[in-house]
């Protein structure tokens, strides 16, 4: 079965500083996606970046970027430029790419939170 | 485009009451989910269904129903509610596999409490 794990149950940045989320995770498979969703305090799951394990390019939007190493087992998060609506939980998330079932679910890890101190 | 909808967003229940969550897609998805979030734990897999007429336990599903009759709609039931219930509950929905790069969208939570 596979497993996620997010080793820092909290972190702080300062604003316009750079902080990475770390996460590992393990699989048998060889096809899937890791995601890292953002919990803000209103609740809502919001997908932050995406990683299809078949790309090598590590994945980037605007100030996020992913530090994927597939032979690892490793999807570390780097926020750049943090900013005060950056401070959420943030959720590192395995889905596998088979068809079928069970196998889509996604499987999250407990969860960082992330303060921003301005 | 309203994406996933739940209701209620709030709840507070006896011991020992019933009640359904409701959940609505309006996106064509196969794929729907319920997912309960615990304080400071990640979300866990309670039931899916990868079509109408077809549900599957998840991790943790006891004290939990489901059913799926439309594409639109996956409602869970709490039977007899314990306070082990407390917790905030995500209904989601995908496409299967590579069809949509594997996303998840989620609901905005239902906050159930168990007096």
């Known amino acids: 079965a596979q497993t996620v794990t997010q080793s820092q149950p909290e972190m702080s940045v300062q604003e316009a500083e750079t902080v990475t989320l770390s996460c590992t995770y393990d699989t048998s498979e060889s096809d899937y996606y890791l995601f890292w969703y953002k919990q803000p305090p209103s609740r809502q799951m919001i997908l932050v970046i995406r990683?299809?394990?078949?790309?090598?390019q590590n994945a980037t939007e605007n100030r996020f970027s992913v530090n994927f190493q597939k032979a690892a087992k490793s999807f570390s998060l780097k926020i750049s430029d943090s900013q005060l609506g950056d401070a959420a939980m943030y959720f590192c998330a395995y889905r596998s790419a088979l068809y079928g079932g069970a196998t889509n679910k996604l499987i999250f890890g407990t969860g960082t939170l992330l303060a921003v101190q301005p | 485009n309203a994406g996933v909808t739940q209701t209620p967003k709030f709840r507070i229940l006896k011991i020992g009451q019933s009640m359904t969550l409701q959940c609505t897609q309006d996106m064509n998805h196969n794929y729907m989910y319920w997912y309960r979030q615990d304080p400071g734990m990640g979300l866990k897999l309670i039931y899916y269904s990868v079509g109408a007429g077809i549900t599957d336990k998840g991790e943790v599903p006891n004290g939990y129903n489901v059913s799926r009759s439309t594409t639109e709609d996956f409602p869970l039931r709490l039977e007899l509610a314990a306070p082990s219930q407390t917790s905030v509950y995500f209904c989601?929905?995908?496409?299967?596999?590579?069809?949509?790069?594997?996303?998840?969208?989620f609901g905005e939570g239902s906050r159930l409490t168990v007096l």
């Open positions: 989601a929905s995908s496409y299967p596999g590579q069809g949509a790069a594997g996303e998840l969208f």
């Open positions: 990683q299809e394990a078949y790309k090598q």
